[in-house]
């Protein structure tokens, strides 16, 4: 079998290899923030407390070995 010559890749400077720059935060009040910081806080606390409750079920049905 031929194996094709190896060609090198192009030499790439450092400033293009950098992650692209993040894109702006959209114009919202700072109120909205805080009810949308708010909103996703109780959404985090009612999924912990549904991890929390198939962690005891879990355990029930799987107690730990000795």
Do not use: C
């Amino acid at each position: 079998m031929v194996y094709p010559p190896y060609v090198p890749r192009p030499f790439k400077r450092p400033e293009e290899r950098r992650w692209p720059s993040p894109t702006p935060l959209p114009g919202v009040p700072g109120e909205e923030i805080g009810k949308i910081l708010k909103q996703i806080l109780e959404r985090l606390d009612a999924i912990e407390k549904r991890l929390d409750n198939m962690e005891k079920l879990l355990a029930q049905m799987h107690p730990p070995a000795p």
